[in-house]
């Protein structure tokens, strides 16, 4: 899997749960746009779909680039409590205090993976590792700023094929259902994609992503989103 995720563009900056969230968002953002078209479409036909393509590809724009500064931020949030977590390190009053403030950041994250004696041999290491680096300041690299423009890509490129129907076909309204049966099969196609990193079967996922996504569209609308 490590050889893979350096191989993929979209997965070099960004871990594949979150490049798969983003492509998530930006279809159900545009099925969103799209399913609720249908009005505007039959009262101003290619005119309408014009004006609908340039709002729905205005407001994904829009989001990525929200996501991509709230990715920026997410870094800062992780770095930030990395250092408050090794400044915790060397307060703690003695090795078993230290260890007890390990513990507590990654419990969590390794209590399912590793056995308890394992664990305390590892959070002694950390420990020993913090108290001795010397703190950097919380700051943004370059990898960051390429993750936030990665974030923002792909939300605005899963707009992208709700627009092609429509350059492809004259009849307006064949366009826009054309453009919903699209965006509903990438919405399982991005199930798929996603079932490759967990244990689920693809048909499954896909077809859980295609009626939640859906279903999220559907909430979305009846709420006038």
Same mark, same amino acid.
């Given at each position: 899997m490590g050889?893979?995720?350096r ?6 900056? $960004?871990?594949?749960a979150?490049?798969? #969230?983003?492509v998530?968002?930006? =279809?159900?953002?545009t099925?969103?746009?799209? *399913?609720?078209?249908g009005?505007i479409?039959q009262?101003?036909g290619?005119?309408?779909?014009r004006?609908?393509?340039i709002?729905?590809?205005?407001c994904?724009?829009?989001w990525?680039i929200i996501?991509?500064?709230m990715?920026?931020?997410g870094v ?11 400044q915790a390190?060397r ?7 230290a260890?007890?403030v390990?513990a507590?950041?990654l419990?969590e $994250?390794?209590g399912?993976v590793?056995? #308890?004696?394992?664990?305390?041999s =590892?959070?002694a290491r950390?420990a020993s590792h *913090?108290r001795t680096?010397t ?6 690299h ?6 936030a423009?990665?974030s923002?890509?792909l ?7 709700a627009?092609?129907p429509?350059?492809?076909?004259d009849?307006a309204?064949l366009?826009?259902r054309?453009s919903n049966a699209v965006?509903l ?5 991005t199930?798929?994609a996603?079932?490759r990193y ?6 499954l996922?896909?077809?859980?992503f295609?009626?939640?996504g859906?279903?999220l569209?559907a909430?979305a609308?009846?709420l006038?989103?």
């Open positions: 050889i893979e995720r191989s993929s563009l979209m997965n070099r900056y $960004l871990d594949p979150t490049s798969l #969230a983003e998530l968002f930006g =279809l159900i953002m099925l969103t746009f799209t *399913l609720g078209a009005i479409i009262d101003e290619r005119e309408g779909a004006e609908l393509l709002a729905l590809i205005g994904n724009i829009a990525g996501d991509a500064a990715y920026l931020v800062l949030f992780d770095r930030g409590r990395k250092r408050r977590l090794a390190v307060a703690a009053a003695d090795e078993r205090s260890h007890i390990v507590g950041e419990d $994250l390794l399912d590793m056995p #308890a004696s394992d664990r305390q =590892l959070y950390i *913090l680096r703190e950097a300041a919380v700051s943004l370059k990898d960051d700023y390429l993750g423009f990665t923002f890509w939300v605005v490129l899963s707009s992208v094929p627009a092609v429509f350059l492809l076909i009849d309204w366009a826009l054309a965006l099969l990438l919405l399982f196609g199930g798929c996603w079932s967990t244990l689920g079967r693809p048909w996922v896909g077809l859980c295609l009626f939640g859906a279903g569209v909430l609308i009846a006038g989103g």
